[in-house]
């Protein structure tokens, strides 16, 4: 389901089957798996990957680097970082281009769940089934299965996996 008329969706993006697009996103040089849902108001980049059943609630913005993976929960306003020391201009005052830059990838694996509001900076990964709390700031590694929340992100607590059966 994709209402064209209020989104814009360059020819190379990859769109798996029965993917949901809502009015007003913009999307542009990524892919996008299976089953999953871009909310209202996202950005998605070239070269950012989402996998299948993946759910991107409105007004998030996922940046080039950003790799999800499978059935993994965007909450709404979940903004992605790819570079650590941003600048405008390069150093003779000219408008910085993709050669003036490095982007640093950002992994969020399988079944992890970000909280709305949350920050996530570049070259971190979330592990699997992992949870950000909502207006987090994740400026470091988060183990699998951890619950973690605050500026900058700390663990809370563990959870248990999920065992496969539950998810179906």
Not at 117 to 142: F, P
Request: hydrophobic residues 40%; charged residues 20%; proline residues 4%.
């Amino acid at each position: 389901m994709v209402n064209a008329e209020f989104a814009r969706i360059a020819p190379d993006v990859k769109l798996g089957k029965d993917v949901k697009i809502f009015a007003f996103v913009n999307l542009y040089g990524c892919e996008i798996g299976d089953e999953s849902k871009i909310g209202t108001f996202v950005e998605v980049q070239r070269g950012a990957k989402i996998g299948n059943r993946v759910k991107v609630s409105s007004h998030s913005f996922i940046c080039d680097g950003v790799t999800i993976e499978d059935e993994v929960f965007i909450g709404h306003g979940v903004m992605f970082i790819n570079d650590k020391y941003p600048r405008s201009t390069a150093q003779d005052g000219a408008l910085q281009t993709e050669a003036d830059w490095t982007c640093i990838p950002t992994l969020i694996q399988r079944g992890a769940s970000i909280g709305s509001n949350a920050t996530i900076l570049c070259g971190v990964t979330i592990g699997e089934g992992a949870i950000v709390g909502a207006g987090s700031v994740v400026t470091q590694d988060v183990p699998p299965w951890t619950i973690v929340a605050g500026n900058p992100a700390k663990t809370l607590r563990t959870v248990e996996p999920v065992q496969e059966s539950e998810t179906k």
